[in-house]
């Protein structure tokens, strides 16, 4: 069935190094891409989105690359710091389609 | 500005008992959503709506769950004759629309059916 899934469940990062999470679907008519980050006890935050026309988009400290021959997303998060220590997830649209489909996430810590 | 907020933000019940979850979304967002998050896990889509009408139920687990927005603002999912498997974090997005697709997130109501 249709899927957002991720390679790995954990990641465990020495502050300073940098970070890569990643990210495979499997519906290729998904045509935009979102990047969240969950604390504990709250809510996603939105950190980088990409449109399947693009494969790199970049914001501060944080890449997002796309591969849409192979259907994997990455987010890449340089310079960790103790703050990005968090769940995050990934979730594809499918155009005309108002509903986020996310991963199960991928734990990171930063080791301090 | 002031971001989602929803209420309230922990709420124990006993099973059989109907419950109200309530969500303020940032004023103006015309989109809203309601989503489900089990311990451990992702999101899991529940309801969209658009001003007040809601054009995608097809996350609703079951009628035991019904969800409704009133003056394009405030929205409330009812769950009635809850069930142990009802417990989870409910979280509330709202969306401006236009050619932006963020959804902006609440922190979330934990529900614990006991």
């Known amino acids: 069935g249709e899927s957002v899934g991720l390679h790995l469940p954990t990641l465990s990062v020495q502050e300073g190094d940098n970070s890569i999470i990643n990210c495979a679907y499997s519906?290729?008519?998904?045509?935009?891409f979102i990047w969240y980050k969950q604390e504990s006890g709250k809510g996603p935050q939105f950190i980088i989105d990409i449109r399947s026309n693009m494969d790199k988009r970049q914001g501060q400290r944080v890449t997002v690359l796309l591969n849409k021959t192979v259907k994997h997303l990455s987010l890449q998060i340089a310079a960790t710091q103790p703050g990005d220590s968090a769940v995050y997830f990934c979730?594809?649209?499918?155009?005309?389609?108002?509903?986020?489909?996310f991963g199960t996430g991928t734990r990171l810590t930063i080791i301090p | 500005g002031a971001g989602v907020s929803q209420s309230p933000s922990n709420k124990v019940t006993e099973k059989g008992k109907d419950v109200e979850l309530r969500c303020d979304p940032i004023?103006?967002?015309?989109?809203l959503y309601w989503y489900r998050q089990s311990l451990g896990q992702g999101l899991e889509f529940l309801i969209y709506f658009q001003g007040n009408s809601a054009p995608d139920k097809s996350g609703l687990p079951s009628d035991r769950f019904s969800a409704e927005r009133t003056g394009g603002s405030v929205s409330t999912l009812t769950i009635q004759r809850t069930q142990q498997e009802d417990s989870a974090v409910y979280l509330c997005?709202?969306?401006?629309?236009?050619?932006?697709?963020?959804?902006?997130f609440g922190p979330g109501t934990r529900l614990t059916v006991t």
């Open positions: 997005a709202s969306r401006y629309g236009g050619g932006s697709y963020e959804q902006y």
């Open positions: 979730a594809e649209l499918r155009g005309g389609n108002e509903k986020l489909t």
């Open positions: 004023s103006g967002h015309t989109a």
């Open positions: 519906n290729s008519a998904s045509d935009y």
